[in-house]
Structure formats: C-alpha cells, structure tokens
C-alpha cells in the first residue's frame, strides 16, 4: 500500500473540515471532530475549523451596515479566534518535535525559516481560498468576465497547493533526515495579555 505524504493528508483533512462546515453554513454551529484525540488528524482538522469559522466571522464584520456593537463583539471574537489559531499551531509543532525528537541532527543541518505547524497554517488558509475561489467560478448571478476571472484566479490558488505541499513534505524529509532540525519559539502576544498591553496594565 503506498503511505500518502502528509501534505496530501492535510489536505484531505483540511477539505473535510471546510466542507463539513458548508453543509451549516453557520459560525456558531458545533463542530463535529471525526478525529480522535491524539491523532494528528484531530489536530489538523480543528485548526482549519477555526480558520473556517474565523473567515466567515471576517466576512461578517465587513458589512457595510454593520451596528457598531456587533462589530465590536466580533472583533472580539475574531482576537480570540486568533489566539486559538496559534494555539493550535504550536500544539500541532509539538507533535513534530516530539515525533522527531530521537532524530540525529547532522552538524551541518540548517534550520527551516518556519516551522512545519506553520506552513501547514497556510496551508489551511490556502484551502480555504482555493474553496471560495471554485464557489465564485460557479455562481449563476455574475458575469462570465467574473467567472472567467475567478477560474484564472483558481488555477493559481491550485498550483500553490502544489508548490506549498511539496515544501512541506520536504521539509519534513529533511527534518527526519536530520538535514535540518527544528526550534520553535512560542509566540508572544503582547495585545491579550494585562501585563503587557499598556492600555490594560494602566487600567490597574
């Protein structure tokens, strides 16, 4: 049997999770992991629920119309969609640094400008362009300048996929292969927390 790359089941994951999203359409609608815990898969399918659920909350603030609070309460939202997103890619790192942990590093091995987790983050946003971008080529209420457009813009978002999924799996290659070797500094937003934001720490 041949072992799919990770790229292509990331993306087959990623797929499912934007699909599954679809069939409700609704940001507020549970989600329904089919992963169980500890699986990667389970990782990667709740990060892009969260990329998913995030891309329509940003669809929504950009109503023209909006009331002022509800915007303010979605901005909100969409700061803690953001820190559950880097969240879940250092979660997601954490299975690569533990999955690779026992390897040789050779002494000539370089580090990768990314981490994987981190490519795979736009890997996952990706999918999500390539899903909105098919749905325009589909509409019936544009012109087919539009759709022509949108088909063009289509065949870039794929061939991107390409290009990004073959980077990932190489670079996991050459991670296993002690060719380059991980270091992963945890992010340190400074805006969520009251100790570093200047405009909360002043509030005490």
Known sequence: MIMKSFSALANA?????IHEYHRYDAIDHPIDNPYLPGQIEHL?????????????????IREPDIDPAEALLLKRRIDASNQERTDMVEYIDSYFLEKY?????KPKAKINTESP???????SILALKIYHMRQETLR???SEEHRTACRKKLDILLEQRVDLSTAIDELLADIEAGEKYMKVYKQMKMYNDPNLNPVLYGKK
């Open 117 to 123: 987790a981190w490519a795979l983050d736009r890997l």
């Open 140 to 142: 019936t209420d544009v």
């Open 13 to 17: 994951v990623f797929d499912e999770s």
């Open 101 to 105: 942990q026992q390897t040789e590093v």
């Open 44 to 60: 990667l399918y709740l990060k892009n629920w969260i990329d998913t659920v995030q891309w329509h909350l940003e669809d929504i």
